[in-house]
C-alpha cells in the first residue's frame, strides 16, 4: 500500500453503473478464460525473434519455482501487458478503483479471475477466511488500513466481501471447542471474528450435518463481517451519505456459482 499508491489523488472520472458492465473483453486480445488457466492451447503469437520461455529441466525445486513465476510473468507481458497499452498506461499514473473486494486466501479463489475485474478496478485484500474484526485502533491495524486507504483515500463506491464453498477457515472456527488449548498460533484467534455467526447457525441449524451447517456458515460469517464494517467511522459516514455500499457475495467453486446480496 505504499508507494505509488499514495502519491498523488486526482479527482476521480465518471465510472460505469457495476450492474451493467461493459461489454468489451475483459482484456483485448484473450476473450476467454481458458487462455489464462490453460496457456499452452493459446495461439502462438509470439514475435518470430522472441523465443519462448525455457524448458524447465533442473532437478533443484527452489529454481523450478523460480522459473515457474518467470515464465508466468513472461506470458503475461507478452499476451496480456503489451497488448493492452490503454488499459496499463494510466495505471502508470494513478488507479481509481470502484471496489474494495474482500476475499479468502484460498488458492482456490482468484476473485479478480471468476469476476472478470481488469487491473485498476479492485482494491483486495486476502485473508483466512475473508474476516473483518470490528474497528479498534490497536489491533488489526491492517485491515483497518486497508479499509481506511479505500474509503478515504480512493474513495472507492463498494466493499464486496465474498466467502466460499469448502473454506478450511469457517470449518475451523465451526470445530473450535469452548476450552482447550490452540492447535495454531494465530488461526483460532483470527476466525473467533465469526464467533457470532456461529453461534446462530448451531442455535438455528443443529439438525444439519455438519458439512452443512459448514455451508450455512459462510454466508453468515460475512454478514458478521459486513456488520462490523459499520463500526469504523469513516465507513459508516460515507454509508449515510449514499457514497458507499455493501455487498455480500458467496463464490461456489464445486458448483460453480456466485450469489450476492445486500446487507
Not at 482484456?27 to 489464462?36: A, E, K, R
Request: proline share 9%; charged share 25%; aromatic share 8%.
Amino acid at each position: 500500500m505504499g508507494g505509488c499508491c499514495c502519491c498523488c489523488f486526482p479527482s476521480k472520472p465518471p465510472r460505469e453503473n457495476p450492474m451493467h458492465p461493459a461489454a468489451e473483453p475483459l482484456i483485448q486480445g484473450i476473450t476467454s478464460t481458458d487462455h489464462l488457466l490453460h496457456p499452452s492451447s493459446e495461439p502462438n503469437h509470439t514475435p518470430p525473434h522472441h523465443q519462448p520461455p525455457p524448458v524447465i529441466t533442473s532437478t533443484d525445486e527452489g529454481k523450478d519455482a523460480v522459473v515457474r513465476l518467470k515464465t508466468g510473468f513472461e506470458r503475461f507481458k507478452t499476451n496480456i501487458f503489451d497488448k493492452n497499452p490503454k488499459l496499463f498506461e494510466p495505471l502508470k499514473k494513478d488507479q481509481s478503483p470502484k471496489y474494495m473486494v474482500f476475499a479468502c486466501a484460498d488458492s482456490r479463489v482468484c476473485p479478480t479471475l471468476t469476476l472478470g475485474l481488469k487491473p485498476g478496478e479492485a482494491f483486495t485484500v486476502r485473508n483466512v477466511a475473508a474476516m473483518i474484526p470490528a474497528y479498534q485502533k490497536t489491533r488489526h491495524c491492517s485491515i483497518g488500513s486497508a479499509i481506511e486507504f479505500a474509503v478515504v483515500v480512493l474513495k472507492v463506491e463498494y466493499i464486496v466481501v465474498i466467502g466460499h464453498s469448502r473454506c478450511a477457515g469457517i470449518r475451523e472456527l465451526l470445530s473450535l471447542k469452548d476450552e482447550g488449548p490452540n492447535a495454531y498460533h494465530f488461526i483460532e484467534d483470527w476466525v473467533k471474528i465469526g464467533m457470532n455467526a456461529k453461534k446462530k447457525v448451531q442455535t438455528e441449524n443443529r439438525l444439519l450435518p455438519f458439512d452443512d451447517q459448514c455451508t450455512v456458515l459462510e454466508k453468515e460469517a460475512v454478514n458478521v463481517s459486513l456488520g462490523n464494517l459499520n463500526s469504523y467511522p469513516f465507513v459508516k459516514d460515507r454509508m449515510s451519505k449514499g457514497t458507499l455500499h455493501l455487498i455480500g457475495a458467496r463464490y461456489d467453486f464445486v458448483h460453480g456459482s456466485f450469489e450476492t446480496w445486500e446487507p
